[in-house]
């Protein structure tokens, strides 16, 4: 197998715009995806009896196929980029609702014991004690929910919004494997790059966790 990089170099711009692309459809589904489960998570943590139905319910849309979804969403949304992106959003639940319950969960209890005895309210202490402490373990969440939507992205290739996936489409069609090659590197590089800045990001939220060390 070799590259033709002649190929590569005479495609940057459709590279990078689909690189663009290929990100923005990852992290809006990421976007939203924190914007429904910060909620959800502090009720499933709040409101016991409604923890099982809530991640019950995010397991489930996890196992729907990808192509299945898009196909479902298709007499709603059309061939638009809200159908890849409502459809990237129902994956990303399953990682941040779980980790932002388990993270809410892992705040001590005398922490929000001696919140409360100071006469915190109840939102308050959500706001400023509760969700920084957890967030190491939604950021963990954050990270993995982000590679999964950049990895993910090209599948909405099959509704014509697939980001560096139409490179996979363009290359298997011709048989000319260098597109192909150049949508794995790309698609690697998204998600590498991506990760380290969620690690740069979670290292300037949570000072303490530095002066502990």
């Known amino acids: 197998m070799t590259i033709d990089w002649s190929w590569i170099s005479g495609h940057t711009d459709d590279l990078t715009t689909l690189t663009v692309s290929h990100l923005q459809a990852a992290l809006s589904a990421v976007f939203f995806g924190l914007l429904i489960s910060l909620p959800l998570a502090v009720v499933a943590h709040r409101i016991r009896p409604l923890r099982g139905f809530l991640l019950g319910l995010s397991n489930v849309l996890f196992t729907i196929p990808s192509i299945a979804i898009f196909v479902l969403l298709l007499p709603v949304s059309?061939?638009?980029?809200?159908?890849?992106?409502?459809?990237?959003?129902?994956?990303?639940?399953?990682?941040?609702?779980?980790?932002?319950?388990?993270?809410?969960?892992?705040?001590?209890?005398?922490?929000?014991?001696?919140?409360?005895?100071?006469?915190?309210?109840?939102?308050?202490?959500l706001l400023t004690v509760e969700l920084p402490l957890a967030l190491p373990v939604i950021m963990a969440g954050v990270r993995i929910a982000t590679v999964m939507s950049i990895s993910l992205v090209s599948v909405a290739t099959y509704i014509g919004d697939g980001g560096l996936g139409q490179l996979f489409t363009d290359g298997f069609q011709r048989d000319f494997p260098t597109p192909v090659i150049a949508g794995v590197v790309l698609t690697l590089l998204l998600a590498v790059v991506a990760d380290a800045l969620l690690v740069a990001l979670q290292y300037v939220l949570t000072p303490w966790r530095r002066r502990r060390a």
């Open 78 to 125: 059309g061939l638009t980029r809200t159908t890849t992106v409502i459809g990237l959003t129902v994956y990303t639940l399953v990682v941040l609702l779980r980790n932002t319950v388990e993270g809410l969960d892992s705040v001590p209890a005398k922490t929000k014991e001696a919140a409360k005895a100071m006469g915190t309210r109840p939102l308050r202490t």
